[in-house]
Each structure stands twice: as structure tokens, then as C-alpha cells.
T-cell receptor, first 111, second 116 residues
């Protein structure tokens, strides 16, 4: 069975600082990996996806993620945090026509 | 175009009552998914429709939960004899379906269900 683990349920960074949200996956086959973002009282929105093409994936709002097979990781980064980045972020793995999500990381931006 | 819509946005019900939650997917999306989001639990897959068929209903937590989809469009999730542990946000998503497109899902805003 495929799964993802998000390390850190809460992450706080200062405005302008680097954002790093961690995700590790478990999969017996090459995985399809995703990051979704959920703003307060809204549904989830796709940030970026890895589908076995380039290992460095760029998404919306300046976010990117790097697929590292040796580390079974797909961490999400952004060089400079903005107040509008405050949200909950979910890593997910795709398989059997459905997504399996991690438990989420709530990102707080400190002014 | 219009996104995924869900109704009602909020529902408060008494324990033991039945509730129906509705999802209108994006027009032309053949795949539809229901998830449950509980505090601290992340998103839990409930059921997946391809057209009007449900190839995977493995996530439905009990036989009190059922879902249907008609006309390849609107879906209804029904919870019978609600319990307090059913309180959660129920999210619906749709996708174009087929291959990796299945995983590019568009989510509705959710229905917040509170069972008192």
C-alpha cells in the first residue's frame, strides 16, 4: 500500500524566510506525488505534481518540490515566505485512481 | 467555468437522524471522489465514482454510509442514523479521470457536518 508521512503538523516561519515542509513516501512502484494547499474555509487546491518527469517540480505561488528517490522524499520549499502562504499543506500519493493524503502541515507566517 | 460546488455548506443534525450531502462536479469531469476531513486526521478517502459506477467504495466507514451518482454528474452522500463521530468536513472532488488525470483533483469547499 502507498502512503505519505508529513513531518511536523505545525511549522512557523518569519515573513521572507525559507519555507520547508517535509514529506516522505512509501511506495512499491514509482509514485505519483502531489502537494495540495487548503486556505481557511476552502477546499484543496493543487500546488504541484510529480509524475516521473523532471525531479524538480515547480508549482504555483513560487513553490517547488524535489523528488529524491534515495531519500523517498518530496519536500516542498519556497525561498521567501509571504503572509498569504499561511494555510494547511497536504502531501499526497496517487495510486489505484485515488489519492492518499498525509495528515497535513499547518504553516504560520510570522510578520 | 464553475468549480465543484457542495451543499449545504453547514449542517447541524441530531444524533440518529439521516443526512444527505450533495456534490456538483465540474462539467465534463467523469471521476468524482468523496473524502472526510476530521480534526487531526487529515483527509480520509471514502468513495470514488467513474461515471455512475463506484469501482472503489473501500473507504466508507460503515453500512450507514452510502453514495450514489446520477447522470454522470451530481452525487449524493447519505449518512443514516448519524453518530457524533460522523462530525467532520466532507469534501467532494472531481477530475477528468483516466491515468494520471485522476490525481489532478478539483475540490469543493466542503460540507461541515456537526452531529449533536
Amino acid at each position: 500500500a502507498q502512503s505519505v508521512t508529513q513531518l511536523g503538523s505545525h511549522v512557523s516561519v518569519s515573513e521572507g524566510a525559507l519555507v520547508l515542509l517535509r514529506c516522505n513516501y512509501s511506495s512499491s512502484v514509482p509514485p505519483y506525488l502531489f502537494w495540495y494547499v487548503q486556505y481557511p474555509n476552502q477546499g484543496l487546491q493543487l500546488l504541484l505534481k510529480y509524475t516521473s518527469a523532471a525531479t524538480l517540480v515547480k508549482g504555483i505561488n513560487g513553490f517547488e518540490a524535489e523528488f529524491k528517490k534515495s531519500e523517498t522524499s518530496f519536500h516542498l520549499t519556497k525561498p521567501s515566505a509571504h503572509m498569504s502562504d499561511a494555510a494547511e499543506y497536504f502531501c499526497a500519493v496517487g495510486g489505484n485512481e485515488k489519492l492518499t493524503f498525509g495528515t497535513g502541515t499547518r504553516l504560520t507566517i510570522i510578520p | 467555468g464553475a468549480g465543484v460546488s457542495q451543499s449545504p455548506s453547514n449542517k447541524v443534525t441530531e444524533k440518529g437522524k439521516d443526512v444527505e450531502l450533495r456534490c456538483d462536479p465540474i462539467s465534463g469531469h467523469t471521476a468524482l471522489y468523496w473524502y472526510r476531513q476530521s480534526l487531526g486526521q487529515g483527509l480520509e478517502f471514502l468513495i470514488y465514482f467513474q461515471g455512475n459506477s463506484a469501482p472503489d467504495k473501500s473507504g466508507l466507514p460503515s453500512d450507514r454510509f452510502s453514495a450514489e451518482r446520477t447522470g454522470g454528474s451530481v452525487s449524493t452522500l447519505t449518512i443514516q442514523r448519524t453518530q457524533q463521530e460522523d462530525s467532520a468536513v466532507y469534501l467532494c472532488a472531481s477530475s477528468k479521470g483516466g491515468g494520471t488525470s485522476s490525481y489532478e483533483q478539483y475540490f469543493g469547499p466542503g460540507t461541515r457536518l456537526t452531529v449533536t
